[in-house]
Each structure stands twice: as C-alpha cells, then as structure tokens.
T-cell receptor, first 114, second 110 residues
Framework: GAGVSQSPSNKVTEKGKDVELRCDPISGHTALYWYRQRLGQGLEFLIYFQGNSAPDKSGLPSDRFSAERTGESVSTLTIQRTQQEDSAVYLC????????????FGPGTRLTVL | EDQVTQSPEALRLQEGESSSLNCSYTVSGLRGLFWYRQDPGKGPEFLFTLYSAGEEKEKERLKATLTKKESFLHITAPKPEDSATYLCAVRGTGFQKLVFGTGTRLLVSP
C-alpha cells in the first residue's frame, strides 16, 4: 500500500519568505507527526496531531512555525519569514493511533534557506 | 529530561564481520524503544520495537535486545547493503513523540 508522501521533495527559498510543506499520511492513520532533521543531528520533534484533539505543539521552535491538519488527512507545515537556521530536512510520520506502536516516515522535504 | 545516546558515531566493517551498535537511554517510564534504518536522502525505515527488558527481536541479519538502560543492535555477517545510518528512539510515559539519538553511520565494505 501507499506510504507517507511529502511534497515538495526539495525547496530552496530566500531568507524572509514563507514556505509550506505538505504531508499525506498513510490512509487510516489517525496520528501524524512532524520532525526536523538538521545536518548531523538527531530528529527533533515539532508537532503531533491525533484525530480531532488539540495538537501537541510543544516542539515548535518559534511562532514562525505553524501546522494544520484537516481531520485525519493532509497536513501542512508553514514556516513564516524563513531564516537560514531553518534549513533542514522536514520529516512527516504517521501511526495507526495515538497509542500506535510504530511511526512510519515519509521521504522528507529538504529545505534550503539562502 | 528524556535522552538517547548512540555509539559509536560511525562504524566501518568488512563484509561478514559481525558487530553491535549501542543505544543508551534515560526516560521516565519506557513505552517503547524503536530502531530505524535511514538511507541517504530518505526517511527513516522502521525496524523494531522493544517494550521491556529482556525482549529480543530479529530480522534477517539484525537482532535487537533491550535492558533497563540500553539497547543493542547486533549485526551478524553484514553485507554492503546493510550500510546505512541506524537510529534509536524512545517513547516515554505521557507523551507521543519519539526522542531520537543522533544515529550510528554503518559502512560495510565488500
């Protein structure tokens, strides 16, 4: 079956511009996560959605970062007024439920801020 | 604070040379320790979940074990296609996110 998909695969933007990253989770997965992976560093949790519950935004690094999810489908991560330190691979994962065992990851979006 | 430390950072093996990767963790109430494989330019690929000390899981040449403080990923007679970065992560009580280590980069030479 189809896995988690993300678009675009690569995004180059200029400092100060806004960007939107998209994630399509595995069909039927109610939980969705966003992580950031900077070069040479571990994955860093950003935000978590579970069904219609309020999202866990505890990992968002600043108010320039926001994310939305409609029901149990697509999610978008928006970064406003991008900075060079935002350059990273942004990974989306989904799992069957909030108590789901495994998180399945998409291929990521590589963001480069010039 | 929940924390995961992986060692070594990088490991170079000859084909057929068995070895182990280490994942040390501190977490309040372990609700799962996860191993992932990540190839360059790709997202992490799920390998194993372990829940309690003494548990072991195997898949082909890989075997994961768990104690109360660490997990090992044993690689038996590795092949070049096992070359990848191996990531360890934990989930603790009261939260859904995974806390990741920085990974071990494995290179298996023919």
């Amino acid at each position: 079956g189809a896995g988690v998909s993300q678009s675009p695969s690569n995004k180059v933007t200029e400092k100060g511009k806004d960007v939107e990253l998209r994630c399509d989770p595995i069909s039927g997965h109610t939980a969705l996560y966003w992580y950031r992976q900077r070069l040479g560093q571990g994955l860093e949790f950003l935000i978590y959605f579970q069904g219609n519950s309020a999202p866990d935004k505890s990992g968002l690094p600043s108010d320039r970062f926001s994310a939305e999810r409609t029901g149990e489908s697509v999610s978008t991560l928006t970064i406003q007024r991008t900075q060079q330190e935002d350059s990273a691979v942004y990974l989306c994962a989904s799992s069957l439920s909030a108590l789901g065992k495994e998180q399945f990851f998409g291929p990521g979006t590589r963001l480069t801020v010039l | 604070e929940d924390q995961v430390t992986q060692s070594p950072e990088a490991l170079r093996l000859q084909e057929g040379e068995s070895s182990s990767l280490n994942c040390s963790y501190t977490v309040s109430g372990l609700r799962g320790l996860f191993w992932y494989r990540q190839d360059p330019g790709k997202g992490p690929e799920f390998l194993f979940t372990l829940y309690s000390a003494g548990e072991e899981k195997e898949k082909e040449r890989l075997k994961a074990t768990l104690t109360k403080k660490e997990s090992f990923l044993h690689i038996t007679a590795p092949k070049p296609e096992d070359s990848a970065t191996y990531l360890c992560a934990v989930r603790g009580t009261g939260f859904q996110k995974l806390v990741f280590g920085t990974g071990t980069r494995l290179l298996v030479s023919p």
